[in-house]
C-alpha cells in the first residue's frame, strides 16, 4: 500500500516529505475541521435537548422538535407560526442580499478603476489603502462604526455643530449603523476578486469595443461584465456568506429592537443552554448559504472552478 | 466609400519624449497606405492618433478634411484592427462580427443578414455559430477584418495584425487582404515593421525611425531609390560602401573607398559636392559573378568566408580588401558549387543600381 501511493505522480513532483505534509494536513483539515463537526452538529440537531450525563440514556432520542420549533414556534404559543424567527430569518437573508449587491455596486467602480485605469503606483497606493483599515479587527472596527454613528457621534454632533439638523439623526435605532457596518465589514472579499477577474481582461477588448462604436455603459455590460463573471460570483457569494453569518457587527451595531440570525443561534448555544436548537438553526443558515451559491452558479451559468480561480 | 486622412504636422509627446514628431503625411481615398518602421519608431502611436485613442500633442488629424481633435474612437469612420485582434471570446463569430451593429441598435434580423454578408466575403459562411477559440489562426484574422468592417468604415487601420501567423499563412493574407481592400474599396492604413509585408501589399509607403518619417514613396521608388542611409538598410538589405566624393557627372557620382573607386547614382533629392563623406549602397541581389562578354560599370574583388543557401537563392558573405563585409546572392539556377569559403571572386555591379548618400546613421548600427 505505502509503495503504491509512494509511485503515484504527486508523490513523484512534489517529494516523499512535501507530499505527505499536504496529504495529512488536508485530510485533517477536512475531516477534523469540517466534516466531523457538522456532521456532530447534524446529529445534535435532531436530538432532544439533554444536560450531557443524560445522554444515550432514555431521555436522548431524535426529534424533529428543533427544526419544527423553527417554523411553528413552542408548543405553548398561540401563534400559528414561529413569526419571531422566521422574520429574523427572512430579514437577515432579504438584509444579506442587498447588502452582497450593494458591495457589488459599490466595489465595481473601484475594482475597474485600479485593475484598467490607474497607473500602476496610483493602483498600488489605492490597495494598500483599502487593506490597512482591515488590519483592525472586525469587533473594534463595528465599534468605531458606533462611535461614529451614535446618537451623541460624531456625525451627529459635527451635523449639529455646522447647524445643518437640530435633532440627532436615530442611525443606530433605524439600522443604518448595522447596514453601513454589514457592507464594510467584508468589502475585500468582493473587491480583489472582482479586481483578479477585470485586471485579467485584456484591455485590447476595451478598446477593441469602443473603436467599434460601442459606448463606456455598454462595453461594461457586453465586454468587461461577462468576462468578471466568475469574480462577481465568487466576491458574491462570500460576501452573502459571511454577511448571513455575521456576528460581531450585529451585536455591536444594530438597533435594541433588531436581531440578527446568528445573534439568535448564538443565543440558544450560549444563552439558553440548548444546543440542539442552535444546532438547527445553524444547519438551516447552511442550507440557505448553499441554496445561494448554487443559484448564482445558475443564475450566472458559472461552474464552481471558474468561481475559485 | 473611401476618405483621405491627412497628418499635418502631428507630434505626439509622453513627458518630454517625442513618440511621433512633424509627421506630414497625406494618405489618398482608397489607397493602401503603410507606415513601416522598426519596433519603438512611432508608427503605433500615429494609429493611435489617427484612430483616437490618442490625441495628438501638436499639429492636426483630418480625416475626409475634418479635424479630428476630440472626436473619440466610437465616433470617429475608422476602424482598427488590433495587432492580437481583440475578438471578443465570449461572443459567437457573428456577435462579434455584429457587435458595432448591435451599439448602434441594429434589429437582430438587420444583424444577422450582414454578418451573413461579411461572412461570405471573408469565405467563412456557415461557420457563424462557432466560438473564437474554435477557428484557425487565418480565420481569426478573417473574422477581425469581417468585424471592422461591419460599420462600412471609411478608413481601416490595421496594427500589424499578420505577425502571429506562421509564414505561409502570413503570405496568403497578404493577398487576400489586398483582394479584400480592392472588393471594399477603402483605405487601408497598415503599420508593420516586416518590409516584405509592406512592399507586397502597399500602394505607398512611409518609412519611420525614431518618430519621424524619413521617405514617403510607391514601394519600388522607396526601395530602389532611398532618401536615407537608414531607409536604404531598413527596407530590403543592402551593402554600405563608405568614402568620399570624387567626381561628379550630373546624377552619375564617384566615390573613393579603401576598396577602390566605384560609380554610384545620386538621388536629385539628396545632391553631394566633391569631398562630401559619403556611403554607396549595392544590394545582395545587385552584385553579379561576371560572365563572359559582361561589361560592367563597377568591378569588386572579394574573398568568401562563408555562405547558406535559402532556397531559390544562395547567400554568400564575403569580405573586401579593407575588411569590410559584404553579402551577395545568387539564384539557385545559376550553377556556384566551385565557389567555397577562401575562393577569391571578382564580382560586377552596375552604377544604375547602386545609390549614394551622404553619410549618416544606418538602420542596422
Known sequence: MGNYLFTQPFFKKNGKAVAIYFLVAIVFWFVFLVIIPQLYMLDLSFRSNVPPLARGGPQDFYTMEHYQHFVFGSKTSLEAFNFVDLGVFGRTILVS???????????????????????????????????????INELLRSFALRILFANEGVINNFLTGIGVIDQSILFITYDIGLYTGLVYAYILL?????????ESLDINQIEAAKDLGSSSLRTHWRIVIPHAKPGIVSGCTMVFMLTVG???????????????????????????????????????????SVIFVLAMMRIFKVKIGEIIK | MSADVELNNVSVTFGSFYAAKSVNVKINGGEFFSFLGPSGCGKTTLLRAISGFQDPSEGSVLIDNKDMFGIG?????????????????LMSVSENIAFSLEVRGVSKKDRQK???????????????????HQLSGGQKQRVAIAR?????PKVLLLDEPLSALDLKLRQRMRTELREIQKRVNITFIYITHDQGEALTMSDRIAVMNEGEIEQIGP?????????????????????????????????????????????????????????????????????????????????????????????????????LKSGTRIKFSIPNAIDTSSISSGTKLQLGFESIKSSILPKAQLAID
Open chain 1, 190 to 198: 468582493m473587491m480583489f476578486p472582482l479586481y483578479n477577474a477585470i
Open chain 2, 148 to 152: 471592422a468592417l461591419a460599420v462600412e
Open chain 2, 219 to 319: 514601394c519600388d521608388e522607396v526601395y530602389n531609390n532611398p532618401l536615407t542611409p537608414f531607409v536604404a538598410t531598413f527596407v530590403g538589405e543592402n551593402n554600405p560602401l563608405f568614402g568620399k566624393v570624387k567626381e561628379i557627372n550630373q546624377n552619375k557620382v564617384k566615390i573613393e573607398t579603401p576598396d577602390g573607386d566605384f560609380l554610384s547614382t545620386m538621388n536629385e533629392n539628396k545632391k553631394l559636392n566633391i569631398g562630401d563623406e559619403a556611403i554607396a549602397f549595392v544590394r545582395p541581389e545587385s552584385l553579379f559573378i561576371p560572365r563572359d562578354g559582361d561589361n560592367f560599370d563597377n568591378q569588386i574583388e572579394v574573398n568568401i568566408e562563408s555562405f547558406e543557401f535559402e532556397g531559390n537563392i544562395k547567400n554568400f558573405y564575403a569580405t
Open chain 1, 246 to 288: 455575521a456576528l460581531a457587527t450585529p451585536v455591536v451595531l444594530s438597533s435594541p429592537n433588531t436581531l440578527w440570525f446568528p445573534q439568535l443561534i448564538y443565543q440558544w448555544f450560549n444563552m439558553n443552554d440548548n444546543w440542539s436548537r442552535g444546532s438547527a438553526y445553524s444547519i438551516i443558515l447552511l442550507i440557505i
Open chain 2, 73 to 89: 474612437p466610437n465616433k470617429r469612420p475608422t476602424s482598427l484592427i488590433f495587432q492580437n485582434l481583440a475578438l471578443f471570446p
Open chain 1, 97 to 135: 442580499i442587498m447588502v452582497t449587491i450593494a458591495n457589488l455596486l459599490f466595489c465595481y467602480p473601484i475594482a475597474f478603476y485600479i485593475a484598467k485605469i490607474a497607473n500602476p503606483s496610483t493602483a498600488r497606493l489605492l490597495i494598500v489603502s483599502l487593506i490597512i483599515p482591515f488590519w
Open chain 2, 114 to 132: 450582414r454578418a451573413d454578408e461579411l461572412l461570405e466575403l471573408i469565405a467563412l459562411e456557415g461557420q457563424s455559430e462557432k466560438k473564437v
